[in-house]
T-cell receptor, first 113, second 113 residues
Framework: AQSVTQLGSHVSVSEGALVLLRCNYSSSVPPYLFWYVQYPNQGLQLLLKYTTGATLVKGINGFEAEFKKSETSFHLTKPSAHMSDAAEYFCAALSSNTGKLIFGQGTTLQVKP | DSGVTQTPKHLITATGQRVTLRCSPRSGDLSVYWYQQSLDQGLQFLIQYYNGEERAKGNILERFSAQQFPDLHSELNLSSLELGDSALYFC????????????FGPGTRLTVL
């Protein structure tokens, strides 16, 4: 069965530091991949997605992610963290076989001043 | 604001009871998805409707059911509630059957006492 693994349930960075949130997927067929952000008491907001084409995907709020087929990874990065980036981040994969979106367990990003 | 609305925002009820959660998709969206977010299970896909018809089913319990009405709003019915049903229930919508670009509502927080 397809699965999505996010390494690290909590990540803490200082303001201005690099943000790296890790995501690995298991699938024999490269799925579509997504990163969502959830701010407290809000729904999920799409940050970026990879479907086909360029493997480096740019999203909103300065985030980007790179699809690496050989590593089955889709890590999320941002060069410089802002306090407003503190939230929970979910990686998700869409199986072309089932049409279902599979979410990782989420990573809480803490940004320290 | 994603354009997806969910009511109520909070719901507190007792075990054994039945509740109905309501979702109105974005204007023009034909697909509605329901998700459950809990501390132990994470974010899980429950069910999808497209233009009134069930399209995909995830980890939805038999005590739960959903429907999409002609005006495209959807309701998720949860019956014989158990403590473990306490969770955030999200609705999302998309223009087509594809989940590639779906927009999430703010969620309904259900507490079963």
């Amino acid at each position: 069965a397809q699965s999505v693994t996010q390494l690290g349930s909590h990540v803490s960075v200082s303001e201005g530091a690099l943000v790296l949130l890790r995501c690995n997927y298991s699938s024999s067929v490269p799925p579509y991949l997504f990163w969502y952000v959830q701010y407290p008491n809000q729904g999920l907001q799409l940050l970026l997605k990879y479907t086909t084409g360029a493997t480096l995907v740019k999203g909103i709020n300065g985030f980007e992610a790179e699809f690496k087929k050989s590593e089955t990874s889709f890590h999320l990065t941002k060069p410089s963290a802002h306090m407003s980036d503190a939230a929970e981040y979910f990686c998700a994969a869409l199986s072309s076989n089932t049409g279902k979106l599979i979410f990782g367990q989420g990573t809480t990003l803490q940004v320290k001043p | 604001d994603s354009g997806v609305t969910q009511t109520p925002k909070h719901l507190i009820t007792a075990t054994g009871q039945r509740v109905t959660l309501r979702c109105s998709p974005r204007s023009g969206d034909l697909s509605v998805y329901w998700y459950q977010q809990s501390l132990d299970q994470g974010l899980q896909f429950l069910i999808q409707y497209y233009n009134g018809e069930e399209r995909a089913k995830g980890n939805i319990l038999e005590r739960f059911s959903a429907q999409q009405f002609p005006d495209l709003h959807s309701e998720l019915n949860l019956s014989s509630l158990e403590l473990g049903d306490s969770a955030l229930y999200f609705c999302a919508s998309s223009r087509t059957e594809s989940v590639v670009e779906q927009f999430f509502g703010p969620g309904t927080r259900l507490t079963v006492l």
